[in-house]
C-alpha cells in the first residue's frame, strides 16, 4: 500500500471515528436531559415533603407555645405571576407566613425578608388588619442558620429525629412583628 492509500485509509477510519463520536455526543446529551428532569422532579418532591410536614404539623407545634391558630393555608398568592407563600396561619390578631426550603439557608432567611414578607400584606390586603410574623422552615437547618433567622425574628421550623416537626427557637423567643 502506498502512501496515499495508506492516508486515504486513515482519513476514512478518523471520518468513521467522528460519526460514532457524534452519534456517542448524541446518546449523552439525551442522558443528561434525562437526568436533569429526573433531579428536578426529585427537588420539587422534596419541597413538596417539607411543605407538607409542616403543613400537617403547624396548628400543634404552636400549640405547644401557646399560639392557636384557626386556620392554615398553603401556596397562597393573589394572581398568578405574584409570589407564592408556602403556608399561612392566620388567628384573631396575627398572620404567620412560613417560607419552606429543603436546606435552610442565610440567603434563604435574606430574601424572605427583604423580597417577600414586605410585599405580603400589600398583595394580600385581607390580613392588613393583623399582626405579620414569620417562619422559615427546612427540613435541614444548621445550628447557626437557624440562630440567624431567630435573631432576625423569625420562627424556625424543622423536622424532629421521629418524622414529627417542631419549632426550635428558644423558649424565650420573642417574634417580630413586621407589619
Known sequence: MDRWEKLYQSIKELRESIRELRESQRVTDRQIRELRVQL??????????????????????????????????????????DPEYDIVATNERQVLVVEVKNKLKKSHIDNFLEDQLPEFKRLLPQYRDKELWGAVGGLVVKEEVARYAERKGLFVLTQTDNGGAAIINKERFKPMVFG
Not at 404539623?57 to 398568592?77: D, P, T
Open 40 to 81: 428536578g422532579d426529585l427537588g420539587l418532591v422534596q419541597g413538596e415533603i417539607g411543605e407538607e410536614l409542616f403543613y400537617r404539623n403547624l396548628k400543634s407545634m404552636f400549640k405547644k407555645r401557646g399560639i392557636e391558630f384557626n386556620r392554615v393555608r398553603r401556596n397562597l398568592r393573589r394572581r398568578r405571576d
